[in-house]
């Protein structure tokens, strides 16, 4: 029973691609051997920075051996007849078949075909090339000479050997030949790249976990790990800290080193007054070292590195070359939060407190936030006046929220965030408490941008929510007035995720907010913001021109006029045309809500059936009436009551077609109720039409959907019994217009047409 | 051996260093180029790498190519940040089976120790937006240090490398700070000399660290920068167009120095703080633009093997 040992040897794998590769080299070989009939008792991946290796043991010798049984002629047929199948079957005479009865067909030739299987290693050499040419990467490449050819070998960085071999176990040991792109297979690896760079000949497992392990490479990535973790402990222990542990990053450093060692290095204790969210962001992104936190949870001013070398001189130096960058980034996070507490020279005047002054920097400078939507400032301007708008509706208070909304966007310029772009909002925060900004509304700055993704937390408190929507809703309502809607793949703006931000802090939160009002008013501000950018660039022109030399005149004034004129061509706002855009990003609400919907696993026909309903901007109303059309569907009553609506749709469809459109319109004369069935039905309608209709009023859904339900007997019977399309036409109109105030009772809590199923 | 005067010293003087690697890389076989005579963001966006990158033909050249990067001024007072710096350039086309060894001995021939240092290959997947171009290599690491940018070029100007380069980029200042053992760049010791014949790095270059920031940060004029980038842009289209319609693309190198142009107006309004996170992606497609068709006029020449 075989044993097969394959490493793939390559330049440095990208860490957090390796687990996923080794995992891959496991899934695709083995599933290969099993296509060809070769079954193994284990396997094992293994992955280090420089291989891939996996260990298949208990593999046959060779695939079975292949019996396949062929029906010929019945016996005494034509001799052609007996000449093909012997041809086809691969014999020489016929008595080397034999001869089977079927109580039908009567006697009849079989031959038995053995098709004797091919080595392990055949298999095993084909398969192999095959894997490595097709292996899933996230991202390869090419290179050398090779890569002129379209057809070149593509791996995540240049491969450079291949070990393959098949061993029995006490016994001989076989190299499997092949060769791809040019790299053949051997029997060869190599240790450590400095410590053991010799080429190692290597026959078995067992050898090769021993010999690497004498050649400094430690094969097992979660050895790796706990070899790290545990060293780290111990080293951090020994001076009284604790390691702060980082799943993500150790994962990552174990894929960073063939033979790990542990080293701590230092840094000096002032650096701990900057925020401990910069420290440890400036040492774990850029260092990928881990921080230390002292007894009382504070972090030290120590860290923890884990380099791949066993050096000469204990690893002083290492310690030393980590210790000097970590200082060196530090310094500059430093210098940045110093700088960004302090007074900003130029703007001293405009404000005493550090982040106001950031701001008036920021409107200084002109900072363009789209060519067409104007400047941050007027940006900022937009979303303050949107979150005074909000905040009442949202129960926050107007003076905060809008205090915030102004301030949410100032640390942009701060050096910290022009550094860390990912700390934009938490150094608001901190730059807001430092100069005794409300509690709320520092909370508010850090938590405008959220949620982020799909995953991320939201904002809770009233104050956070008025600016997180603010900035939400200007955002959509800027990029829709000017006409820069997401298409298919495209969505550069991240918009798509804004009105889910919107839609997951309104749905999460519980929160009653009609959007028509927030999203028009959003519009609104940016079409006057288009326009007044309009304006600018004319007087741009003229300020450029005069500048230059351009001199005074009506030559000047010419221009002046064109240039005008072509800023006016476009559409100035008006109302309709405001309503044209916020009804669109309603309708994009409605899209995005469907997404988010049926993502929970909502039916799409039922978010159909409701949105059908005219008016629907309160996401968390829509919500609810979905989930009560739900569970009325799931009931029997509702799933009759269903058909019986289709039935009476159907009939109005069709006579409608006929008489036109609205021609059964009216109310029904109850003295022309001629059937016991059809006065039950509209005395059950009446009562029952006002009551969905009262209770859909005050928002109790399921009332109004069980109101509904309860027609289910009247509408029965009414099909039973009655016939609509009577020979007296007076019959039939009053009728149809029954079966219309049915249509209209069940379509006060939803479409019902648009209903699947 | 390093060399017995200090001044040629990798480990003792800037120039040392340079001339050092200069000497290792002519032995490879490589041209030893000059820089370019163009305000440039990397030692990438020298045409003896962007455009010979581009085609069938072998290249191999090494050069040193001052960088500016406006936005990382700091007024001379940071000791590891500059505005303008030093990078080496290799290039290697096709890249070489050996060439981590080749980049190794590089590092040892200037006076690494790989006994004592730990260097490593960390993923770094290199991509310039605004070249059009990517490729998968790896930042390299001593001590924890960066200290070069490794990488297999796949794609530039938007067009796909066949064969693939291999681009070797050393921070110099960085480098020689580490192989100096020195915590601030300005104290790097220039020329090897001591006592009064001394020159630091901050002697010659401290004074314009100083000004440039105040350019780039204060009173760059972003009116006549916006300008220069449209006109670039323009110039550079131009070109384009009136070098074409023949077999041959006649007129490739001039209109990509327009293309380098712009770009540099780029960062220079970038750094001077009025192009906002939103605008600053299409500022990016619009340079892009040019390099990809400058890209495309160079397959066309006779350096781009047509």
């Known amino acids: 029973m075989p044993d097969l040992l394959l490493e793939l040897f390559s330049e440095e794998m990208p860490a957090r691609m390796q687990r996923q590769a080794a995992e891959d080299l496991k899934r695709l070989i083995t599933n290969a051997l099993v296509d060809r009939n070769l079954a193994y008792e284990g396997a094992q991946a293994f992955v280090t920075p420089r291989r891939l290796a996996l260990h298949v043991v208990g593999l046959p010798a060779a695939q079975p051996t292949l019996r396949e049984a062929r029906k010929g002629p019945r016996v005494g047929a034509p001799e052609a007849a007996v000449q093909g199948f012997l041809k086809s079957a691969g014999l020489a005479r016929i008595e080397d078949a034999t001869i089977e009865n079927d109580p039908k067909k009567g006697a009849f030739y079989v031959a038995t075909i053995e098709r004797p299987g091919r080595t392990t290693s055949e298999a095993v050499a084909e398969i192999v090339p095959a894997v490595v040419r097709a292996f899933p990467w996230p991202k390869s490449m090419r290179w050398g000479e090779a890569s002129v050819r379209p057809d ?331 006409d820069e809607k997401p298409t298919g793949s495209k969505d550069p703006y991240a918009l798509r995720r804004a009105a889910l931000g919107v839609i997951r802090i309104v749905l999460e939160n519980g929160l009653r907010l009609p959007l028509t009002g927030p999203l028009g008013a959003a519009v609104w501000g940016a079409l006057l913001d288009v326009e007044f950018a309009r304006e600018d660039e004319a007087g741009a022109v003229v300020h450029s021109l005069e500048k230059r030399g351009f001199p005074k005149g009506p030559e000047l004034d010419e221009i002046v006029g064109a240039v005008s004129r072509a800023a006016r061509r476009a559409q100035v706002p008006d109302d309709a045309r405001l309503a044209a855009i916020t009804r669109s990003l309603l309708d994009f609400f409605a899209d995005r809500l469907k997404v988010y919907l049926r993502d929970k696993g909502a039916r799409h026909d039922l978010i159909d059936a409701v949105y059908a309903l005219p008016g629907q901007d309160d996401l968390l109303m829509v919500v609810w009436r979905v989930e009560a059309l739900g569970r009325l569907l799931d009931t029997e009553d509702g799933r009759n009551l269903l058909a019986g609506y289709r039935r009476a749709a159907n009939i109005l469809r069709a006579e409608e077609k006929r008489d036109g459109a609205g021609a059964f319109a009216g109310v029904h004369d109850p003295a022309k109720l001629a059937l016991p069935a059809e006065r039950d039905l509209a005395d059950a309608l009446a009562a029952a039409g006002a009551a969905a209709r009262e209770r859909a009023g005050r928002e109790d859904f399921e009332g109004a959907m069980r109101a509904l339900a309860g027609l289910r007997p009247p509408v029965d019977a009414f099909f039973l019994d009655v016939t609509v399309n009577a020979d007296d036409p007076a019959l039939r109109l009053n009728r149809l217009r029954l079966l219309g105030e049915l249509r209209e009772a069940v379509h006060a809590v939803a479409d019902f047409s648009k209903v699947a199923g | 051996m390093p060399p017995a005067d200090s001044s040629l010293d990798p480990t003792k003087s800037f120039q040392g260093l340079i001339l050092t690697l200069q000497t290792f890389w002519a032995r490879q076989g490589c041209l030893i180029l000059q820089p370019y005579d163009m305000e440039v963001g990397a030692g990438t966006f020298h045409p003896a790498t962007t455009l010979r990158s581009l085609g069938p033909k072998p290249w191999r050249a090494a050069y040193v190519q001052p960088s500016r990067r406006p936005k990382d001024g700091r007024y001379g007072e940071n000791p590891n940040r500059l505005q303008h710096y030093y990078q080496y350039q290799v290039i290697l086309k096709p890249s070489p089976e050996n060439l981590q060894d080749l980049y190794l001995e590089s590092l040892r021939a200037i006076g690494v120790d790989m006994g004592l240092h730990d260097v490593r290959f960390v993923e770094d997947d290199w991509e310039s937006p605004t070249l059009g171009a990517w490729g998968l290599g790896w930042e390299c690491w001593c001590d924890g240090m960066e200290v070069s940018q490794f990488t297999y070029f796949q794609q ?151």
């Open chain 1, 152 to 482: 070149a070998l593509r791996w995540v960085r240049p491969l450079r050997g291949i070990l393959c071999t098949l061993a029995t176990p006490h016994d001989a040991a076989e190299v499997v030949p092949f060769a791809v792109d040019g790299i053949e297979s051997g029997q060869f690896t190599r240790g450590h790249r400095f410590l053991a760079p010799a080429p190692i000949d290597v026959r078995r497992y067992d050898d090769y976990v021993d010999a690497l392990m004498k050649a400094k490479v430690v094969l097992d990535a979660d050895r790796r790990k706990a070899i790290i973790a545990e060293d780290a402990k111990s080293l951090a222990f020994a001076q009284g800290l604790e390691l702060v542990e980082d799943e993500g990053l150790l994962e990552e450093v174990a894929g960073l080193v063939e033979w790990p060692v542990v080293l701590m290095g230092e840094f000096e204790a002032d650096y701990l007054n900057i925020p401990p969210e910069v420290v440890r962001a400036t040492i774990r992104a850029n260092q990928k070292c881990f921080v230390l936190r002292d007894a009382d949870g504070r972090l030290a001013n120590r860290f923890i590195l884990v380099s791949n070398l066993i050096a000469s001189d204990g690893g002083a130096a290492i310690a030393a070359g980590n210790a000097r960058v970590v200082r060196a980034r530090l310094s500059d996070a430093r210098h940045f939060w110093l700088t960004d507490l302090h007074d900003l020279p130029d703007y001293k005047d405009k404000s005493e407190k550090p982040l106001d002054q950031r701001l008036a920097k920021l409107e200084a400078l002109e900072i363009v936030f789209h060519e067409k939507l104007g400047t941050q400032a007027e940006r900022i301007e937009r979303i303050e006046t949107l979150a005074r708008e909000i905040a009442p509706l949202v129960g926050a208070d107007v003076a905060l929220a809008a205090r915030a909304a102004r301030l949410a966007k100032a640390d942009l310029v701060t050096e910290m965030v022009g550094e860390f772009p990912e700390l934009q909002g938490l150094m608001g925060r901190y730059y807001a408490t430092h100069q005794g900004e409300e509690a709320s509304v520092a909370d508010a700055i850090e938590e405008h941008y959220k949620p982020q993704g799909p995953n991320d937390r939201i904002p809770a408190s009233p104050v956070s929510i008025a600016v997180a929507l603010a900035d939400k809703l200007d955002t959509l309502g800027g990029f829709w007035a000017i």
């Open chain 2, 156 to 306: 530039v100007a938007g067009f796909e490398c066949a064969p693939v380069s291999g681009e070797l980029t050393y921070g110099l200042e960085r480098l020689a700070m580490y192989v100096q053992g020195v915590e601030n760049v300005y104290d790097l010791n220039f020329n090897g000399r001591e006592g009064e014949a001394r020159v630091s790095y901050g002697d010659v270059f401290k004074q314009a660290e100083q000004e440039y920031s105040r350019f780039n940060f204060e009173h760059a004029d972003t009116a006549i920068l916006f300008q220069h980038f449209k006109d670039a842009e323009a110039e550079c289209r131009s070109l384009l167009e009136r070098g074409a319609g023949g077999e041959r693309h006649l007129m490739a190198l001039p209109a990509y120095d327009q293309c380098i142009k712009a770009s540099h107006a780029f960062n220079l309004l970038d750094a001077r703080g009025v192009i906002s996170v939103t605008e600053r992606q299409s500022y990016i497609l619009r340079v892009r633009e040019l390099a990809k068709a400058c890209g495309a006029a160079w397959l066309k020449t006779a350096g781009g093997g047509a």
